[in-house]
């Protein structure tokens, strides 16, 4: 067996270190010393391309115990600057993940006016294809841009008459009016959506085409009591 390979087999495994020097003759043990030594030695010469400062590969080191040794990159000032960069990043990336957050709406099992109204005129749900309109003030717009998020809380609530606040009969009196109109709304609302039914089941196939003014006409009507704000659940 070569002494070179000897030597390797030592520097990879060496609990055959005995084994192998006992095989050794007095020359290639010799060699052998002059190698520890060579390699072991402070002033043993690194290719260039294993320099730090050339080469962007960490520098590997045969340490005296036996082993390779690889010593870490150095970043002095890149180190606080990195992770900076990367918390900001992080930071970023969270905001904006947070505003845009939007978690989709379960499909409906039940609408309200079939929950809390004594007699309630349900359609065929075989007609139907959305809750939407029954569900609008418990879901708002989904169109409202990101700044307008927050402040969107507020802006739900609708404006009443101007009447003094304080004078607590004339706000309530303000107030049931207000309810009382959007009443009045709410069954020219249902109205529409009768006549929008009516003609969906008389035209069967060509409702899309036949249906065109009904739909108009409450879906309009729909987006106007929308917008009004969360009395429209009054």
């Known amino acids: 067996m070569h002494i070179y390979h000897r030597v390797h087999v030592y520097c990879r495994c060496r609990s055959f270190v005995l084994f192998q020097?006992?095989?050794?003759?007095?020359?290639?043990?010799?060699?052998?010393?002059e190698y520890v030594k060579y390699y072991n030695s402070p002033t043993a010469t690194v290719p260039v391309w294993d320099d730090p400062a050339v080469?962007?590969?960490?520098?590997?080191?045969?340490t005296p115990t036996g082993g390779w040794y690889c010593n870490p990159?150095?970043?002095?000032?890149?180190?606080?600057?990195?992770?900076?960069?990367?918390l900001v990043s992080s930071g970023v990336v969270w905001y904006i993940?947070?505003?845009?957050?939007?978690?989709?709406v379960p499909p409906y099992r039940f609408i309200p006016s079939q929950?809390?109204?004594?007699?309630?005129?349900?359609?065929?749900?075989?007609?139907r294809s959305s809750h939407e309109p029954e569900m609008a003030t418990h879901n708002p717009s989904p169109s409202i841009s990101v700044p307008n998020k927050w402040p969107r809380e507020y802006e739900r609530v609708p404006?009443?008459?101007?009447?003094?606040?304080?004078d607590f009969v004339a706000y309530t009196k303000a107030k049931h009016q207000r309810v009382r109109d959007r009443a009045v709304h709410r069954e020219e609302l249902k109205i529409l959506q009768e006549r929008l039914s009516d003609c969906v089941k008389r035209?069967?196939?060509?409702?899309?085409?036949?249906?065109?003014s009904q739909s108009k006409a409450y879906w309009n009507s729909f987006r106007k009591y929308r917008s009004q704000g969360w009395l429209a659940s009054h």
């Open 115 to 127: 929950l809390w109204c004594k007699y309630a005129a349900v359609d065929d749900p075989r007609l």
């Open 159 to 166: 404006e009443l008459e101007e009447v003094d606040r304080n």
């Open 73 to 86: 990159p150095n970043w002095r000032k890149n180190t606080g600057l990195a992770m900076f960069f990367v």
């Open 203 to 212: 035209e069967e196939v060509n409702h899309q085409q036949r249906c065109r």
């Open 21 to 33: 020097i006992l095989q050794m003759t007095p020359d290639e043990q010799e060699w052998y010393k």
């Open 55 to 62: 080469s962007p590969y960490p520098k590997f080191v045969w």
């Open 97 to 104: 993940s947070a505003q845009l957050e939007r978690r989709p």
